[in-house]
């Protein structure tokens, strides 16, 4: 369950437990010794070994405190790239945190607004897939900085295509943005991915979640570590729920699941009482942003919703039929 709309069925088994189980026939030890000596052989910038795409998460957080205890990584330069939503205290707080722990240069690129309104504007109104130009960029702009700065290492976070089940092998490399001078590299493929491992690693560093300010108790969501840095941007997550029959909710859930925190029936529970809800904080800070009303968000959403897989109740919440 949980699985992406892309990925196969096999007996009942989705692709991303099918994976999570393959990992154990993965060496990552040995993977962890060879990244060591793959950073020392590829230094290009005399001053940066490297680049590390950061959000500030707590996956960030652990990437970058690994590759400096672990891999002899002294001077990386971290790059954010910021979306439009407002921001979280935790979220303020991570991304400062970032510098000031590790003592290192952090960059943080803020995308023309009026494009990234613009673009986010075009691909909720057509495709219900309002932040797909941004997260092309999430992965396009530390690669172009990486270029510009002649430095020839990438690091970014879990494999998706593996973690989310439309790809059946790990990946150490990024499939399409490598080239000859620059690679990108997936630390989910050098130390298995996990929500609870990198959660740990980064409290250890002084990353913070919602529940330290007490300024956001979200609805529909099951974790108040994980998505935590802006508010606008779970509209995006739960776009799915209409078109797909779930959301982040059914993320989260079968990966608690994969990681030994929840039992299956757990996980239906919460996925049954909360995976239909958008957060309404999340839906006003969309729509002011991006310059919508409410009243034309539910339009939009209504046009493209799967009315094969879900309905409007007498509240006007879409739920699945499977429900019913």
């Known amino acids: 369950m949980g699985q992406d709309p892309e990925c196969s069925i096999r007996g009942g088994v989705c692709q991303p437990c099918i994976n999570e189980e393959n990992k154990k026939n993965i060496d990552f030890k040995a993977r962890q010794e060879w990244l060591t000596q793959y950073i020392k052989d590829n230094k290009t910038n005399d001053k940066y070994d490297c680049v590390i795409a950061v959000s500030g998460g707590k996956d960030s957080t652990a990437i970058v405190k690994r ?49 990234f309104k613009k673009h986010t504007l075009e691909d909720f109104e057509n495709e219900l897939h309002p932040l797909k130009w941004i997260e092309k960029r999430l992965y396009e702009i530390p690669f172009e900085i990486a270029k510009a700065y002649h430095i020839k290492l990438v690091f970014f976070g879990e494999n998706s295509a593996y973690e989310y089940g439309t790809s059946e092998k790990l990946e150490i490399f990024h499939p399409t943005l490598c080239d000859d001078e620059t690679q990108v590299i997936f630390m989910g493929a050098i130390y298995p991915y996990g929500n609870y491992d990198s959660l740990e690693v980064a409290k250890e560093c002084g990353f913070r979640d919602l529940n330290y300010y007490n300024e956001w108790q979200r609805s529909g969501i099951i974790d108040q570590y994980t998505q935590i840095d802006s508010i606008g941007y779970l509209a995006h997550h739960w776009c799915k729920f209409v078109k797909f029959g779930f959301q982040r909710t059914m993320d989260m859930a079968c990966r608690f699941v994969r990681e030994g925190k929840l039992t299956k029936e757990q996980a239906e529970l919460l996925i049954k009482e909360n995976d239909f809800k958008l957060d309404q904080a999340a839906k006003r800070d969309f729509c002011r942003t991006i310059g919508i009303t409410e009243e034309h968000f539910d339009e939009v959403v209504e046009k493209h919703a799967n009315k094969d897989l879900v309905y409007k109740d007498i509240n006007g919440n879409w739920k699945l039929r499977i429900d019913q």
Request: aromatic share 8%; hydrophobic share 35%.
């Open 67 to 115: 590759l400096m205890d672990n891999h002899g990584v002294k001077n990386p330069l971290l790059v954010t790239v910021a979306d439009e939503f407002t921001s979280t205290q935790a979220g303020i707080h991570n991304k400062k945190n970032l510098g000031d722990y590790f003592g290192v240069d952090h960059i943080t690129f803020r995308c023309n607004p009026q494009e």
